[in-house]
């Protein structure tokens, strides 16, 4: 034995996570379902560091150090189910087996519950930044016992992406906490990509702009608190023209957005959760809506009583737009985090999203300069219950404030859809206000369903004989 890490599943990602560790100078047990992925792997790339190449299972398992870290890397669901059962008779006392794959968390508490019974560490990971990430760093967040991490975190760390030589990876917590993580990092991903989305449109049907405008607009923004990956690749996809035609790329791109499914899973937990992630809600409901043809096709052509948008400063425009994007995505990220904490004290996993803001600096898809403000925020404050009431955020969303209603106020006079940037205003709206209409929603469930209430000048719970002389009781 002599591998100090064993990938098993060497498509995209786990040949690049294997040849990220090869590269770090680990000696890499490799290993696929067909073995012709691993005989092409060592072929192609052993040359970068030690690969130790099997055919079989067991010699894969035998090839490896104790406590054997072994990384599965396959399809998610069932694939990921059989290859650990191929793998656990094969392991000691002790061994680590991490699910590198995009499992859903509870199939990582529930595979987490079988193995601990079998005496292994079960480690269900987040891996983000796709096969580029996953070859040069990877934002990674492990799961699973915090023993298992001292052993293995080290190699996590070693291979995952480094802002100011900090790494993007530590332990989030116990059970599922690593791919929930994830599934809320990739929701929250969802949100600040249709964000976006709303404001090129804004800008394109505001100034009139061609995309190649636009693209030069965003290049700027990613010069600013904006600055990040997708902001980045907004710029460059917007300034790409089509090889084809000559036009602009993105209007040759037809306007149906798909989805894999991880936006879904955030939302319904949400919704189980009781969370208003409203930001992820509105992303994931945008990209159905686009994809609903038939309705689409319906629709097209609805009467729509709009007004020319008539925009008289395009400077104090595009920073309208561009304040009321930071503001929005603010409040998508505020929500993520919410989301993040009622997990973690539902599951007892202790996550500090400070620590979470951090390892998503790099590698991931989300990676931006702000994050660095969310770390500082929960230094500041672990248990903050609002990031929006953070002091930071608070004035710099302040500061967006009248930006950001006039352009909430202009697309809707001008028929543009907001989804995601109307909402998250409301969400602010609702979440500063001293006093919701809940009171009369609550007064019509006792109304129809004897559902009860309270009342704000004193304790117990009330009733009120609406069908007959309107006394109220306390029950
Ligand atoms: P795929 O998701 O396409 O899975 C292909 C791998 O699964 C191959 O190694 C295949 O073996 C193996 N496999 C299958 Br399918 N069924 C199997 C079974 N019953 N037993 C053993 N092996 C089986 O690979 P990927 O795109 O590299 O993604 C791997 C994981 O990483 C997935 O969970 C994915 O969601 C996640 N992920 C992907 C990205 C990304 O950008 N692609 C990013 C982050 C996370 P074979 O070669 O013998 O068919």
Redesign the pocket.
């Given at each position: 034995a002599r591998a100090q890490i064993g990938v098993t599943?060497?498509?995209?990602?786990?040949r690049n996570l294997a040849r990220n560790f090869a590269r770090h100078g680990y000696t890499v047990a490799v290993h696929?379902?067909?073995f012709d992925?691993a005989r092409s792997l060592v072929a192609e790339h052993g040359g970068e560091g030690d690969f130790v190449l099997s055919e079989s299972m067991a010699d894969f398992v035998a090839s490896l150090e104790r406590p054997r870290k072994v990384v599965v890397?396959?399809?998610?669901g069932?694939?990921t189910d059989?290859?650990i059962d191929e793998l656990v008779p094969l392991l000691e006392d002790g061994d680590i087996v991490v699910d590198?794959?995009?499992a859903h968390f509870s199939d990582t508490i529930r595979r987490e519950r079988a193995l601990r019974d079998h005496g292994l560490h079960f480690v269900g990971t987040g891996?983000?930044g796709?096969?580029e990430g996953a070859l040069n760093g990877p934002s990674i967040m492990p799961g699973g016992t915090r023993e298992s991490y001292e052993s293995l975190g080290p190699l996590l760390e070693e291979i995952s992406a480094k802002v100011d030589g900090v790494p993007c990876c530590t332990y989030v917590g116990p059970g599922g906490a690593g791919h929930f993580v994830k599934m809320v990092h990739n929701g929250i991903e969802y949100a600040d990509m249709q964000l976006i989305a709303e404001a090129y449109d804004l800008l394109r049907r505001g100034l009139g702009a061609s995309a190649a405008e636009i693209g030069e607009i965003f290049a700027e923004w990613n010069r600013g608190d904006l600055e990040s990956f997708l902001i980045e690749t907004t710029a460059d996809v917007l300034r790409h023209v089509d090889a084809a035609t000559g036009q602009a790329f993105v209007d040759v791109v037809l306007d149906q957005a798909e989805q894999k499914g991880t936006g879904r899973w955030t939302v319904k937990n949400g919704l189980d959760l009781g969370v208003p992630i409203t930001g992820i809600a509105e992303a994931t409901f945008a990209r159905a809506l686009s994809g609903s043809v038939p309705q689409r096709t319906a629709g097209a052509g609805l009467p729509a009583h709009t007004r020319e948008w008539e925009v008289k400063d395009r400077e104090a425009f595009v920073e309208d737009v561009r304040l009321a994007l930071y503001a929005s995505k603010v409040v998508a990220y505020s929500q993520g985090f919410d989301q993040i904490a009622a997990a973690s004290a539902e599951n007892g996993w202790g996550i500090d999203r400070g620590a979470m803001a951090r390892i998503w600096r790099g590698g991931c898809i989300i990676r931006a300069r702000f994050l660095d403000r969310i770390t500082e925020a929960y230094e500041r404050d672990a248990g903050l219950p609002l990031l929006l009431a953070d002091p930071y955020f608070t004035e710099a969303v302040a500061g967006g404030l009248a930006s950001w209603r006039r352009v909430v106020a202009g697309a809707a006079g001008s028929g543009v859809p907001v989804p995601a940037f109307s909402s998250s205003l409301a969400y602010y709206d609702g979440v500063r206000a001293r006093r919701l209409p809940a009171a009369l929603v609550q007064a019509q469930r006792d109304f129809f369903g004897a559902h009860t209430y309270k009342r704000v000048d004193r304790d117990g719970t009330f009733h009120t004989d609406w069908s007959g002389d309107r006394t109220e009781t306390e029950v």
């Amino acid at each position: 034995a002599r591998a100090q890490i064993g990938v098993t599943g060497l498509a995209v990602m786990g040949r690049n996570l294997a040849r990220n560790f090869a590269r770090h100078g680990y000696t890499v047990a490799v290993h696929n379902r067909s073995f012709d992925r691993a005989r092409s792997l060592v072929a192609e790339h052993g040359g970068e560091g030690d690969f130790v190449l099997s055919e079989s299972m067991a010699d894969f398992v035998a090839s490896l150090e104790r406590p054997r870290k072994v990384v599965v890397m396959v399809k998610a669901g069932a694939a990921t189910d059989a290859v650990i059962d191929e793998l656990v008779p094969l392991l000691e006392d002790g061994d680590i087996v991490v699910d590198a794959g995009n499992a859903h968390f509870s199939d990582t508490i529930r595979r987490e519950r079988a193995l601990r019974d079998h005496g292994l560490h079960f480690v269900g990971t987040g891996v983000s930044g796709g096969e580029e990430g996953a070859l040069n760093g990877p934002s990674i967040m492990p799961g699973g016992t915090r023993e298992s991490y001292e052993s293995l975190g080290p190699l996590l760390e070693e291979i995952s992406a480094k802002v100011d030589g900090v790494p993007c990876c530590t332990y989030v917590g116990p059970g599922g906490a690593g791919h929930f993580v994830k599934m809320v990092h990739n929701g929250i991903e969802y949100a600040d990509m249709q964000l976006i989305a709303e404001a090129y449109d804004l800008l394109r049907r505001g100034l009139g702009a061609s995309a190649a405008e636009i693209g030069e607009i965003f290049a700027e923004w990613n010069r600013g608190d904006l600055e990040s990956f997708l902001i980045e690749t907004t710029a460059d996809v917007l300034r790409h023209v089509d090889a084809a035609t000559g036009q602009a790329f993105v209007d040759v791109v037809l306007d149906q957005a798909e989805q894999k499914g991880t936006g879904r899973w955030t939302v319904k937990n949400g919704l189980d959760l009781g969370v208003p992630i409203t930001g992820i809600a509105e992303a994931t409901f945008a990209r159905a809506l686009s994809g609903s043809v038939p309705q689409r096709t319906a629709g097209a052509g609805l009467p729509a009583h709009t007004r020319e948008w008539e925009v008289k400063d395009r400077e104090a425009f595009v920073e309208d737009v561009r304040l009321a994007l930071y503001a929005s995505k603010v409040v998508a990220y505020s929500q993520g985090f919410d989301q993040i904490a009622a997990a973690s004290a539902e599951n007892g996993w202790g996550i500090d999203r400070g620590a979470m803001a951090r390892i998503w600096r790099g590698g991931c898809i989300i990676r931006a300069r702000f994050l660095d403000r969310i770390t500082e925020a929960y230094e500041r404050d672990a248990g903050l219950p609002l990031l929006l009431a953070d002091p930071y955020f608070t004035e710099a969303v302040a500061g967006g404030l009248a930006s950001w209603r006039r352009v909430v106020a202009g697309a809707a006079g001008s028929g543009v859809p907001v989804p995601a940037f109307s909402s998250s205003l409301a969400y602010y709206d609702g979440v500063r206000a001293r006093r919701l209409p809940a009171a009369l929603v609550q007064a019509q469930r006792d109304f129809f369903g004897a559902h009860t209430y309270k009342r704000v000048d004193r304790d117990g719970t009330f009733h009120t004989d609406w069908s007959g002389d309107r006394t109220e009781t306390e029950v």
